[in-house]
Structure formats: C-alpha cells, structure tokens
C-alpha cells in the first residue's frame, strides 16, 4: 500500500513564501505530483517530479529525494489566489494509480 | 474544449436506491478514474482503468461498480446507496508524460 503524509494547515501572508513537506511510503515508486484545489472546484495539476531534483514553472517549484522518500512544494510572491488546497500525489510503479495525500490548506492574509 | 465531463452535478438518493455516475473524456486517454473526496479530506481511489474493457479496484471499491465499453466512457455505479456514500466523486483522465490527471468538476452526492 501506499501513504503519504503532509502538514493539514499552512498560514502565511502575502508576498511570502511557503514550503509544503510531503513524505511517502509505497511499495513501489514512480513519481510525485501536486496539485491545487480551491473551495468547491477540481483538483488541477501543478507539477511533477519523477526525478531527484527542483522543477520550476513560475513562482511553484517543487522538489524531489528518492532516497528519503520526500519532496515539497514551494509557493513564492504569495498571493490571495493561492488559497487553496494542495495535495501530493503518488504514481505507484505499475504506473496505473495515484494516490493522494489528506491535503494541506494554504490561507493566505493581507 | 470539453476533456472530462460528469452528470450529474448534484443528486440526492434515499438510501437503497441505485445510481449511475456519468463520465466522459474526449481526449483520447486509456487510462481513467473515480475518486471520491469527502469534506476536508483527500481523495481516495475507487476504481480505476487503463482501457477499454479493463478495470481495476482502488483503495474503497465496496458499494461501487464500474464499466468501460469504450475509451470515452467510464460509468460509476452505485447499488444500494447508504449515508456513508454521501460524497464529491471526481472522475479523471490521465495523459501526458506526467502523468497528469485531468478531473471532471465532480459530481456532489448525498444519501438520506
């Protein structure tokens, strides 16, 4: 099986910076994704890392480490859209299923 | 563009009554699936399919069944609807070399 373990609230204000940590355990690993969700909507896809490493697309980033089973999202030049909720999500090794972490909710105040 | 759409939107059944979820992508992805999220939490994976005819049970398929007779269709079905299917169900579609799941806006269903 799979689990996936993140932090359930994050506050922070605008123009910060926030990192959103997220340690797995699968039996098998392909990759990590994030994706976003505002109140009500569908979760949209951020960014994936199949590969140890920083991915950068505008102010996210997110990064990657295999051998500690661990990656992390960062959120630059916070704004009041990026309230949500973001969630890590596993791509098991027979690269059929995702599985989603519990979320962390990002609020952001003026 | 259309990519995954649901019906329907919001429905609410009494208990013991039976319903299917409708979705459909127009993006030519194998692979398909159905989530559900309840209020402040994750989602969770019902079932799941890499192509027509092929299907596979995710994490809580119990009170679920689906279907897959052509790539654009992946029905959810649920048989004697209880409270504890009171839920969001996403369907979503994947494709790119990421992987990327792209969802429906969900359907919002109650159980009374």
């Known amino acids: 099986g799979q689990s996936l373990e993140q932090p359930s609230e994050v506050t922070a204000v605008e123009g910060a910076i926030v990192q959103i940590n997220c340690t797995y355990q699968?039996?098998?690993?392909?990759?990590l994704s994030w994706y976003q969700q505002h109140d009500g909507g569908a979760p949209t896809f951020l960014s994936y890392?199949?590969?140890?490493g920083l991915e950068e697309t505008g102010r996210f980033s997110s990064f990657l480490s295999r051998s500690d089973s661990y990656g992390y999202l960062l959120l630059q030049e916070l704004q009041m859209k990026d309230s949500a909720s973001y969630f890590c999500?596993?791509?098991?090794?027979?690269?059929?299923?995702?599985?989603f972490g519990a979320g962390t909710t990002v609020t952001v105040r003026a | 563009n259309a990519g995954v759409t649901q019906t329907p939107k919001f429905r609410i059944l009494k208990i013991g009554q039976s319903m299917t979820l409708q979705c459909a992508q127009d993006?030519?992805?194998?692979?398909m699936y159905w989530y559900r999220q309840d209020p402040g939490m994750g989602l969770k994976l019902i079932y799941y399919?890499?192509?027509?005819?092929?299907?596979d049970k995710g994490e809580v398929p119990n009170g679920y069944n689906v279907s897959r007779s052509t790539t654009e269709d992946f029905p959810l079905r649920l048989e004697l609807a209880a409270p504890s299917q009171t839920s969001v169900y996403f369907c979503?579609?994947?494709?790119?070399?990421?992987?990327?799941?792209?969802f429906g806006e969900g359907s919002r269903l109650t159980v009374l």
């Open positions: 993006m030519n992805h194998n692979y």
């Open positions: 999500a596993v791509r098991s090794s027979n690269d059929y299923k995702l599985s």
């Open positions: 699968t039996s098998g690993f392909y990759g």
């Open positions: 979503a579609s994947r494709g790119g070399s990421t992987g990327e799941l792209f």
């Open positions: 890392n199949g590969l140890d």
């Open positions: 399919s890499v192509g027509a005819g092929i299907t």
